[in-house]
């Protein structure tokens, strides 16, 4: 099934000159929500995570489901100060600045088979961090999932050699 009729652009949001893709009009359709995860394991289950590491926030709304799905645990990647037990971190730079991300320490022992999900990939800084905290504490990393991949701002160039899937691409 063809996602993009789901998703609603938005022209000059947050600033002029992007285009946001909103995925609130396919999460509140069932069949778009329901497809979403369907193709999303279809495409993911060959891969054999043991775990979903899905990051803040937009990441949740997708990863949970499709754990679920595929009988596995949902891991939590959160800006910092939000997990309340030990956690592994990373920085990494934005346009402006740094940001951060965190995992419970206890949430993986290495050698763990993790498959990344998240809403969408532009720039490739969010996911590159999250692999690299996910193969920087031993586990392996099995591949990255997107709803959504922004081609031209090539952020699967920052992705290791792993598979990536993207189920709509613009
Ligand atoms: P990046 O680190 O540049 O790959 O951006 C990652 C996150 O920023 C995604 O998970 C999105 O939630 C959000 N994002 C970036 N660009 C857009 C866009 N054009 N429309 C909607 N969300 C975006």
Known sequence: MDLKPFIREIPDFPKP??????ITTLLQDPT???ATIDLFAEKCSDLNPEFIVGMESRGFIF???L??????GFIPVRKPGKLPAA???IKYDLEY????????QD????GSRILMVDDLIATGGTAGATAKLIQTIGCELVGCAFVIELKDLK???RLPQVPIISLVEY
Do not use: N
């Open 107 to 110: 949430a993986v022992h290495p």
């Open 97 to 104: 600045g740094t940001d951060c991300l965190e995992m419970h």
């Open 17 to 22: 000159g992007i285009s946001f893709k909103d």
């Open 32 to 34: 778009g929500l329901k």
């Open 87 to 89: 956690v592994h971190a």
């Open 155 to 157: 952020g699967r160039d």
């Open 67 to 72: 754990a679920y799905k595929m009988d596995i």
């Open 63 to 65: 990863g949970a489901p």
